[in-house]
Protein backbone atom coordinates (compact mmCIF):
# COMPACT_ATOMS: atom_id res chain seq x y z
CA UNK A 1 0.00 0.00 0.00
CA UNK A 2 0.88 3.63 -0.44
CA UNK A 3 1.46 5.73 2.35
CA UNK A 4 2.40 8.97 2.98
CA UNK A 5 3.87 10.54 6.39
CA UNK A 6 1.58 12.72 8.63
CA UNK A 7 4.06 14.75 11.14
CA UNK A 8 7.27 13.57 12.23
CA UNK A 9 10.38 11.86 9.71
CA UNK A 10 10.19 7.96 9.78
CA UNK A 11 12.83 6.13 8.54
CA UNK A 12 11.64 2.68 6.80
CA UNK A 13 14.15 -0.24 5.29
CA UNK A 14 16.83 2.62 6.09
CA UNK A 15 15.54 5.54 4.08
CA UNK A 16 14.35 8.45 6.02
CA UNK A 17 11.00 10.13 4.99
CA UNK A 18 10.02 13.36 5.61
CA UNK A 19 6.48 15.01 6.54
CA UNK A 20 4.38 14.81 2.98
CA UNK A 21 6.52 12.04 1.39
CA UNK A 22 4.97 8.98 0.31
CA UNK A 23 6.13 5.23 -0.12
CA UNK A 24 5.32 1.62 -0.63
CA UNK A 25 5.02 -0.37 2.53
CA UNK A 26 3.69 -4.24 2.37
CA UNK A 27 0.61 -4.62 4.77
CA UNK A 28 2.26 -6.42 7.46
CA UNK A 29 4.77 -3.58 8.05
CA UNK A 30 1.67 -0.78 8.10
CA UNK A 31 1.00 -1.53 12.05
CA UNK A 32 4.31 -0.18 13.50
CA UNK A 33 4.03 2.46 10.76
CA UNK A 34 -0.05 3.60 10.81
CA UNK A 35 0.09 5.83 13.61
CA UNK A 36 2.76 8.26 11.40
CA UNK A 37 1.27 7.68 8.02
CA UNK A 38 -2.13 8.37 5.85
CA UNK A 39 -2.82 5.42 3.33
CA UNK A 40 -3.10 6.72 0.12
CA UNK A 41 -4.02 3.87 -1.99
CA UNK A 42 -4.93 0.15 -0.66
CA UNK A 43 -3.23 -2.74 -2.28
CA UNK A 44 -5.76 -4.37 -4.83
CA UNK A 45 -6.48 -8.24 -2.95
CA UNK A 46 -7.50 -9.19 -6.51
CA UNK A 47 -4.48 -8.31 -8.13
CA UNK A 48 -1.42 -8.95 -6.82
CA UNK A 49 1.33 -6.56 -8.13
CA UNK A 50 3.98 -7.79 -10.49
CA UNK A 51 7.54 -7.34 -9.68
CA UNK A 52 8.02 -5.40 -12.99
CA UNK A 53 5.29 -2.89 -11.90
CA UNK A 54 6.85 -1.99 -8.87
CA UNK A 55 8.86 1.16 -8.01
CA UNK A 56 12.29 1.35 -6.46
CA UNK A 57 11.29 1.18 -2.60
CA UNK A 58 8.50 -1.78 -3.43
CA UNK A 59 11.23 -3.68 -5.32
CA UNK A 60 13.79 -3.16 -2.48
CA UNK A 61 10.86 -4.45 -0.13
CA UNK A 62 10.39 -7.69 -1.80
CA UNK A 63 14.45 -8.31 -2.20
CA UNK A 64 14.51 -7.61 1.92
CA UNK A 65 11.51 -10.09 2.17
CA UNK A 66 12.82 -12.48 -0.16
CA UNK A 67 16.32 -12.09 1.41
CA UNK A 68 18.02 -11.63 -2.00
CA UNK A 69 20.76 -9.81 -2.03
CA UNK A 70 20.98 -6.29 -4.26
CA UNK A 71 24.52 -5.88 -4.26
CA UNK A 72 25.55 -2.56 -5.65
CA UNK A 73 22.30 -2.26 -7.24
CA UNK A 74 20.72 1.27 -6.68
CA UNK A 75 18.78 1.98 -9.70
CA UNK A 76 15.43 0.70 -10.43
CA UNK A 77 16.39 -1.06 -13.60
CA UNK A 78 19.26 -2.91 -12.06
CA UNK A 79 17.22 -4.32 -8.99
CA UNK A 80 14.78 -5.51 -11.14
CA UNK A 81 17.80 -7.62 -12.69
CA UNK A 82 18.91 -8.84 -9.64
CA UNK A 83 15.51 -9.96 -8.04
CA UNK A 84 14.34 -11.52 -12.03
CA UNK A 85 17.63 -13.63 -11.95
CA UNK A 86 17.20 -14.69 -8.32
CA UNK A 87 13.91 -16.01 -9.35
CA UNK A 88 14.82 -18.08 -11.95
CA UNK A 89 17.60 -19.64 -9.72
CA UNK A 90 14.98 -20.00 -6.44
CA UNK A 91 11.69 -20.77 -8.97
CA UNK A 92 10.32 -17.79 -9.93
CA UNK A 93 9.26 -14.36 -9.21
CA UNK A 94 6.01 -13.04 -10.31
Known amino acids: MKVEVKGIPIRHNGQLYQKGESFSVMEKEYARLE ?37 KATKREDVLAVILKAGEAGGGAS
Open 35 to 71: QYVKVLEEDESSAPLLVGEMDLPALKDYAKQQSIDLG
